[in-house]
């Protein structure tokens, strides 16, 4: 297997011709002016047009193999033969995610180019599924990641968005009499919606629809125990889209055959660990709030608040619109993006030492030409804020200008062991000689850059939709950062401030920010008491019902001074 990185024109990181020579043992291939495809005959031509994520020449070769097939059968028998190899190089972890999309692409290109030369054949697609993110959760690029998979692997997808309640998913399904229900979902709360629906179809009678269900705070042990015991139906955990396209295979087998008297089980059994990649996110999203954990309104961690806090270097809130684009580059997280957004992997055959250099050099172009190309479509903007403050128990009281007179609350949750560290520990408490301070912050990039993610994933961009996507939520992070160090200035707490800037990334400064859905503060309701301080309407973010950021690139944060706060998990 060749280790070499990337080459021209985004080719995968791998030569996929060596993964396809136990097919193609007698090509002879000829060493005439570099040509990738010489030697290669038609249906081989056109698989390495998909393996390899290569368009030029695309329609030329398509023609070729137009004279001895059908339009359908270079769908089905070799533009297909090679999405499967992607797959399959994908599951071997011989393939990154990016260059997955990159074949989907070119497979889009190509059934483009052929439909206007078929007929539709009844029957001919493989499976239908009806796509959803469930009601009040705005997030689609999982589900959007799925509709590319399957739709270029012979399946009909019936993408229908954001934000679903059950009877629109279930009407639409019915209209285009989908065979499958997908139901994607980002927060825990999501999976409890997916519950309900799940009853609402079984008092409804259509327990008949077998159901895909994905997203990151889900677990397989949730779905194939829990939700398996509540549903009629069949029921089913894809941790990604390709385990949804083995799923969807499975379904389709089965209702061709013999019905199995139990519902599928996955392959991948195994007990989930925090190496599992979804588990890790799954453990820092909101979650149904405990009572247990609000019951130690007496007791309080070993944290001593600080006997004469910031004061106030205003009352209120206040916005800025004007940012330097190149700076807020500065503090975007490369780690974040290119692993976490982007989803390069380290490749087999690249030791560790040497994953960060070739990391550099395969997404380093890409971020360096988005930064760029998104110069005029991110428009950063912030709104932010101090209020004086008091702590009782687990609640924090935030008060009017003059001090004294409550205007709302917060209530946060209490590690149950350990410290039992709980956010208003970091406060003064109520009858102390002075009020503290406390600061928050809600930060945007605009809704244009979901816009332009929109239309890169209309047109059949796929790799770009990822890429852009990725870029956004960064963005947007990088933004939050930013202005946090901005408010320690204003708080008079800069004085840890680190040389580097990848050691904010990992808190290395005085204080730190919390930010709603997750553990030390996973209540998302409460993102409403923040908009009634903050008012970020004027910057173009609004609450969703189900108490979400929109535009979904956007974040917010309670700000804490405190030099002994730092993140923390509820257990």
């Avoid at 396809?20 to 570099?34: C, Q």
């Avoid at 990822?466 to 956004?472: A, C, D, I």
């Avoid at 840890?496 to 290395?508: A, I, Q, V």
């Avoid at 309407?537 to 001074?561: K, N, R, W, Y």
């Amino acid at each position: 297997m060749s280790e070499e990185p990337a080459g021209q024109g985004g080719e995968c990181i791998y030569d996929p011709l060596i993964e396809l020579m136990a097919r193609f043992e007698n090509v002879k291939v000829a060493s005439t002016s570099g040509d990738p495809f010489a030697g290669l005959g038609p249906d081989d031509k056109l698989q390495k047009h998909i393996v390899d994520g290569i368009k030029k020449n695309l329609e030329r070769h398509l023609d070729d193999a137009l004279v001895s097939h059908t339009p359908l059968e270079i769908i089905n028998d070799v533009l297909l033969a090679g999405m499967k190899t992607v797959g399959e190089l994908f599951g071997a972890g011989k393939m990154q995610l990016p260059f997955v999309l990159q074949s989907a692409e070119v497979m889009k290109a190509a059934v483009r180019y052929l439909e206007p030369m078929m007929e539709k054949v009844e029957g001919s697609e493989k499976g239908s599924i009806l796509l959803a993110t469930v009601s009040g959760d705005v997030h689609d690029i999982g589900k959007n990641l799925v509709d590319i998979i399957l739709s270029n692997n012979g399946y009909r997808v019936v993408n229908i968005g954001i934000k679903q309640p059950i009877n629109s998913i279930l009407e639409e399904a019915g209209k285009h009499r989908c065979e499958v229900i997908g139901l994607s979902g980002l927060l825990v709360k999501s999976t409890l919606i997916m519950r309900d629906n799940l009853l609402e179809m079984n008092a409804r009678n259509l327990s008949a629809y077998p159901v895909i269900l994905g997203g990151a705070a889900l677990t397989r042990a949730y779905v194939e125990v829990d939700l398996r015991n509540v549903y009629d139906g069949s029921v089913y955990y894809a941790q990604d889209a390709f385990e949804g396209l083995r799923l969807m295979a499975e379904i389709g087998e089965a209702a061709e055959g013999q019905p199995k008297s139990k519902p599928l089980v996955s392959d991948r059994n195994e007990p989930e660990t925090e190496d599992e990649p979804y588990e890790r996110v799954r453990s820092h999203r909101t979650d149904v709030l405990d009572p247990v954990l609000y019951t130690y309104a007496g007791i309080r961690s070993d944290v001593e608040p600080l006997a004469s806090p910031p004061t106030l270097p205003f009352y209120g809130a206040k916005r800025q619109t004007k940012f330097d684009i190149y700076e807020l580059y500065k503090y975007i997280n490369p780690v974040a993006l290119f692993r976490g957004q982007w989803q390069f992997k380290r490749p087999d055959g690249i030791a560790n030492p040497d994953f960060a250099g070739w990391l550099e050099a395969t997404a380093g172009p890409v971020f360096e030409r988005l930064k760029r190309e998104l110069g005029s479509v991110l428009r950063p903007r912030v709104k932010w804020g101090y209020f004086p403050c008091a702590s009782e128990g687990n609640d924090l009281l935030i008060f009017e200008e003059d001090g004294l007179t409550e205007r709302l609350r917060f209530s946060f949750p209490r590690q149950r062991d350990g410290r039992r560290q709980c956010i208003s520990d970091f406060f003064l408490p109520v009858g102390a000689e002075v009020k503290d301070t406390v600061g928050f912050h809600i930060v945007t990039v605009g809704q244009e850059v979901s816009k332009l993610e929109k239309e890169l994933f209309e047109k059949g961009e796929f790799q770009d939709y990822l890429f852009v996507h990725g870029m956004g939520v960064e963005t947007a992070e990088a933004l939050a950062e930013y202005w946090h160090r901005q408010i320690r200035f204003e708080l008079g707490i800069a004085d840890l401030e680190p040389d580097e800037t990848r050691l904010l990334f990992s808190g290395k400064y005085h204080g730190s920010r919390y930010s709603f859905g997750y553990p030390a503060c996973p209540n998302l309701e409460d993102q409403a008491k923040l908009f009634e301080l903050l008012k970020p309407e004027d910057i173009g973010i609004e609450l969703t019902e189900e108490f979400m950021l929109s535009p979904e690139q956007s974040t917010s944060a309670i700000i804490v001074h405190h030099p002994s706060a730092k993140y923390f998990n509820i257990r």
